[in-house]
């Protein structure tokens, strides 16, 4: 691998003039700097990224974690972080949790010693619970999709207990009355859409029925399973609610292998717009998040405070959009 002293001793300089040159900094002659700069290039030197910023205390790499990137929400979040990262000359590292405390917390550590400018941090559960002991790593950081508790931090989410609440009372505006429902076990976003749906439940003078109320791992597996569950009972569901995009898959294709005429025999809705939604048939109604929205400011808020560390937190609570099609019988 080609080290500064390389081109150094190619350029007949010293390596304090090689770093001058590619950091831009002025009093280089200009010979000298076209010199060094084409060594660099035909020597393909490519600058220790960490080395380099221990040395100027500020790094150009973004951190963005996860829960899960198989998730079409967290893909087009991670599109718009890349974006917003791009603008401003600034990279990505793009890890994955799987929902899993130990991989979070093993991808924090190495955030920390990557020494990353910040960090945008979907957390698990556990974490987002009990968030005091993330926040003392003392990474610049925002908080996207999950409410934390202990401490004052940036965040953007989605106010999912009134975009669960809309979506159910068009289900039971439309006359369903047993509405099986699944939620995520693994975040906050679950506990809070489960808050929802049983407080459009109470309006129409309905209590939720354990036997029709699932918390599952937000996989498209347990949609399917959930659903067939759901449609062995004695009386099953006339209408099944998913509270988010992996789940409506396995759900939707589930009712699909039933033969259940959706909205006639049951109806069904679910979080997400995802590329399928409006290509089956029936189209399926949905709450649609504004993905881009929350990477965009996730993004934006980030970079104010690595610019300015001690100005005062900012919770940005965005709402979903409902799009009403004819899955549920509209």
Not at 71 to 80: D, L
Not at 243 to 260: D, I, P, V, Y
Request: aromatic share 6%; proline share 5%.
């Amino acid at each position: 691998m080609t080290s500064i002293k390389d081109v150094a001793d190619a350029a007949g300089v010293s390596t304090a003039t090689v770093s001058r040159v590619l950091t831009d900094k002025p009093h280089v002659r200009p010979e000298i700097r076209d010199r060094v700069l084409a060594i660099v290039e035909n020597l393909n030197y490519r600058p220790n990224r960490v080395a380099r910023s221990l040395r100027v205390q500020k790094s150009n790499i973004i951190g963005l974690i996860v829960s899960d990137i198989q998730n079409p929400f967290f893909t087009a979040v991670s599109r718009a972080v890349e974006d917003m990262a791009y603008e401003h000359q600034m990279s990505v590292f793009l890890c994955n949790t799987d929902e899993n405390p130990k991989k979070e917390a093993m991808y924090l550590g190495l955030m920390r010693d990557e020494n990353v400018a910040g960090v945008i941090l979907s957390p698990t559960r556990q974490t987002a619970d009990s968030f005091a002991a993330t926040a003392s790593l003392n990474i610049p950081m925002v908080v996207i999709d999950r409410r934390v508790n202990d401490v004052e931090i940036d965040s953007v989410i989605l106010d999912s207990i009134e975009a669960a609440y809309r979506i159910v009372s068009h289900l039971l505006a439309d006359g369903h009355r047993r509405i099986g429902a699944m939620f995520g076990v693994g975040s906050t976003t679950g506990r809070e859409r489960r808050e929802g749906y049983v407080r459009a439940l109470k309006e129409y003078g309905l209590k939720p029925l354990s036997e029709l109320v699932s918390y599952v791992n937000a996989r498209e597996e347990e949609g399917y399973s959930t659903t067939k569950r759901l449609l062995s009972l004695t009386e099953p569901p006339d209408a099944i609610f998913t509270s988010n995009a992996l789940l409506s898959a396995g759900a939707f294709r589930a009712l699909r292998e039933s033969e259940l005429a959706i909205p006639d025999e049951i109806a069904f809705a679910s979080f997400d717009e995802t590329t399928w939604t409006t290509l089956v048939e029936p189209p399926v109604t949905v709450i649609e998040q504004p993905t881009y929205e929350i990477g965009q400011t996730a993004t934006e808020l980030l970079l104010k405070r690595i610019e300015e560390p001690t100005r005062p937190t900012r919770k940005v609570i965005l709402k979903g959009r409902l799009i009403i099609r004819q899955s549920c019988g509209c």
